[in-house]
């Protein structure tokens, strides 16, 4: 008897935990300045992008207490129940706000450079827009976010995935990659998408982050290749006797696009035409090979030849390491975050000085301005960069929105650029089977399919 209570208390225990966390979770996601944060991105994930599943598990935690073997020990305190219903009515709320993503999102196209380019008119068929879904399918969508599990199962029967494919042996250090296409044989070289992990330069990996999109993107006709790079060391070394230095990172990515466009016929795929992609610090890492095919320090392990891809796509990325607009101290400050010497730098260029780059920027601005796809794309005129393709939350509470927006400027000036503005997203929007998951998901297939349309006009 006295286990059989002690195991419903666990369980009240952890649904009022999860109840609190998916208040907490509402609160930061509506709150106009939450605190950039770790612990503050993954609630904005349980907020903003799982919320039935969290719904979900709060009411299996919810249901055990009452189980009919356990209810005549112990019943449900009512303020377990108050923490459930205020929850569940606030991540409901949110949801809802998230089903609203295709008809409030913001895309600019900037000044309409490029193959990709508008005349201004939302009937132009280059215009990019989310038409709503039909309800079958908004059904079915949300089937598969309540049940992540499920939707991995529907996508590992409509891709093939070769896993951990060596492209590269550096230093004892083995590189990997994995290959993602669509089960139906194709009559013609599916077009290739290369992505590239997020993870802060310091965690992360091909086998976790991205899954979402590039099985997504399998399923649409595209070959996907992920890959794995050298990270830097946080604390304690996420890939064994690893540490990588900048451009240990950039040169890693360039090798694998170099792997990819000698051995793509193998899987079915274009070489000639690759997109590169990828979030947060992978978003940074594609946006940097994109406008710097012709760096001769960069061409990675494998060669030089066609280092160029024919578009890139950042979602989330971080577009400045060197604070060339003062953006990364003003985020500073209207979050209250405080560097321990304020009047050198901000703290996101302090961490990539201290783990990337491992030198202060004071001492070497100029390893800073190499690392930033910002600088490049203001002042490096010898690349043409390929037409570019920026998503961002209007929520993040890591990488600021105007990372993306000055890069978007920077871009339109001369080339092809489009943002995309999610609302309510936080960083990891595109990491979920949720409604601004699938937004992101079915732009970049618009957006992509004029890039290839382009490229059969051409």
Known sequence: MSDALALVQHALCLGAAIGTTAIVAVVARFTLAPKPSVAGFYLGVLGSHLQIVLIALHAWVLRSTLDPGTAGIVSVPGVICGVAAV???????????????????????????????????????????????????RGYRLLLSVCPPLWLLVRRLTVQTHKDLVFLVHDNVVLKLDVCVPRAPSAKPLPIICFVHGGGWIRGSKNIVGTFFNYEMASRGWAVFTLDYRLSKFRKARQPNVDAKFPDHITDVKSG???????????????????????????????????????????????????????????????D?????????????????????????????????????????????????????????????????????????????????????????????????????????????????????YACVDLTVQWLDQLLSQRKAD
């Open 257 to 319: 696009l170099a792997w990819i466009r000698q051995h793509a016929a193998e899987y079915g795929a274009d070489p000639n035409f690759i997109v590169i992609a990828g979030n947060s610090a992978g978003g940074h890492l594609a946006a940097l090979a994109s406008l710097t095919p012709s760096h001769p320090q960069w061409h990675g392990h494998l060669g030089t030849d066609h280092l160029g891809v024919q578009g890139c796509i950042s979602i989330y990325g971080v577009h």
């Open 321 to 437: 390491t060197a604070d060339l607009d003062g953006q990364w101290k003003e985020w500073d400050k209207a979050h209250g975050r405080r560097h321990p010497d304020p009047t050198k730098t901000s703290i996101m260029i302090a961490f990539i000085g201290k783990y990337v780059i491992k030198e202060k920027h004071a001492e070497n601005q100029q390893a800073f301005l190499d690392a930033s796809p910002l600088h490049h794309a203001r002042t490096n005129r010898l690349d043409d960069p390929p037409p570019f393709l920026l998503f961002h939350g209007t929520k993040d509470i890591l990488v600021p929105m105007i990372e993306s927006e000055l890069l978007h400027q920077a871009l339109q000036e001369h080339h092809d650029s489009t943002l995309v503005q999610v609302p309510g997203g936080h960083h990891g929007f595109d990491t979920a089977p949720g409604p601004r998951g």
């Open 87 to 137: 929850s569940w009515l606030g991540l409901l709320f949110d949801f809802a706000d998230a089903h609203r993503v295709r008809s409030t999102l913001t895309v600019d196209r900037g000044n309409g450079q490029g193959p990709c380019k508008v005349a201004g008119s939302p009937a132009e068929p280059t215009a990019l827009s989310l038409p709503p879904s039909p309800f079958w399918l």
